[in-house]
């Protein structure tokens, strides 16, 4: 069964760049069946999904959230990894990685947890000075 982990700072200041990895257990990120998500829920907020990359395939990124998101993959290490840079109070939420059978697509609809086969635990991010 794969397992995922996020892991990354709790805390980030205003103005720069938040970086979280995901690392996988029980199977790996180098096969094209799955695609590998971040996905983030603000506080009082609905699930939004930031972003999602798969091996063959181009990176996917939210429009929304393209000119500040990058992510890439490390298949050596089994992670991949959310960099989202110019980050604001409003960047504040409980960030996830996520496996889904195949690429997600983008509809700007609610994003769903059943949308994704797998979830990590969640982890919290806090923007602030």
């Known amino acids: 069964q794969v397992q995922l982990q996020e892991s990354g700072p709790g805390l980030v200041k205003p103005s720069q760049t938040l970086a979280l990895t995901c690392t996988v257990s029980g199977g790996s990120i180098a096969t094209v069946s799955y695609s590998w998500n971040w996905i983030r829920q603000p506080p009082g907020k609905g699930l939004e999904w930031m972003g999602g990359t798969r091996h063959g395939f181009t990176t996917a990124v939210n429009p929304s959230l393209k000119s500040r998101t990058s992510i890439s993959r490390d298949a050596s290490k089994n992670q991949f990894t959310l960099q989202l840079s110019s980050v604001t109070p409003e960047d504040t939420a409980v960030y996830y990685c996520?496996?889904?059978?195949?690429?997600?697509?983008?509809?700007?609809?609610?994003?769903?947890?059943?949308?994704?086969?797998?979830w990590g635990q969640g982890t919290q991010v806090t923007v602030s000075s």
């Open positions: 996520a496996k889904r059978r195949s690429t997600y697509s983008y509809t700007g609809g609610p994003v769903l947890r059943t949308d994704f086969e797998s």
